[in-house]
């Protein structure tokens, strides 16, 4: 079973509005990462924390991908302004390196 | 820092035969492995993962890994594929201290009847 809770499911938002995706962490572990995965690209790591702290956003490609984590329960990814090329499932997941079924963007 | 090759891009087997993907990683240390499944609209699911001791792997679904060193190689192997194999796979390498993890560009698996 996953250790997190993604969601929306699915998103579609028009080019240029702002989008929050959500995880919420049920495994307790002190990692958590996002991941994207395209066609084009694969699955790319753009962030992780530890114990809530970012380690890591080397992969968020742009500025305008930025991601928190306020405390051990709740993290979020958001993209503003949001692009088609940032069409992609969306996958957070903790240290037990089990993933979700993650969130689906499309931006039209 | 952390690389992964999956060689093969697309493999096609006969439903029944056997099966091997390839896998090679890069890493400086002895590194945690993964394998990952994952079906079309689907999430990923864990198959397997080798931390440390024994270097043959026994995943779920009848799969199983064996981590080879001198070759840097994770090489996932099920003796009888069926149809419902059929799916993406992904290779992955970490460090052990719960660092991040990097996958491989995957192996797309197409199974004949």
């Known amino acids: 079973d996953a250790g997190v809770i993604q969601s929306p499911r699915h998103e579609v938002t028009e080019m240029g509005q702002e989008v929050t995706l959500r995880c919420k962490p049920i495994s307790g572990h002190d990692y958590l990462f996002w991941y994207r995965q395209t066609m084009m690209r694969g699955l790319e790591l753009l962030i992780y924390?530890?114990?809530?702290?970012?380690?890591?956003d080397s992969g968020m490609p742009e500025d305008r991908f930025s991601a928190k984590m306020p405390n051990a329960s709740f993290s979020t990814l958001k993209i503003q302004p949001s692009e088609p090329r940032d069409s992609a499932v969306y996958f957070c997941?903790?240290?037990?390196?089990?993933f979700g079924s993650g969130t689906r963007l499309t931006v039209v | 820092a952390q690389s992964v090759t999956q060689p093969d891009i697309h493999i096609t087997v006969s439903e029944g035969a056997s099966l091997e993907l390839r896998c090679n990683y890069s890493y400086g240390a002895t590194p945690y492995l993964f394998w990952y499944v994952q079906s079309p609209g689907q999430g990923l699911q864990l198959l397997l993962k080798?931390?440390?001791?024994?270097?043959l792997v026994q995943g779920i679904k009848g799969f199983e890994a064996e981590f080879k060193r001198s070759q840097s190689s994770f090489n996932l192997r099920k003796p009888s594929v069926h149809w419902s194999d059929a799916a993406e796979y992904f290779c992955?390498?970490?460090?052990?201290?719960?660092?991040?993890?990097?996958f491989g560009p995957g192996t797309s698996l197409s199974v004949i009847p």
């Open positions: 924390f530890n114990n809530n702290v970012p380690i890591d």
């Open positions: 080798y931390f440390s001791g024994d270097t």
């Open positions: 997941t903790q240290g037990d390196y089990t």
């Open positions: 992955a390498v970490g460090a052990p201290s719960y660092d991040k993890v990097i």
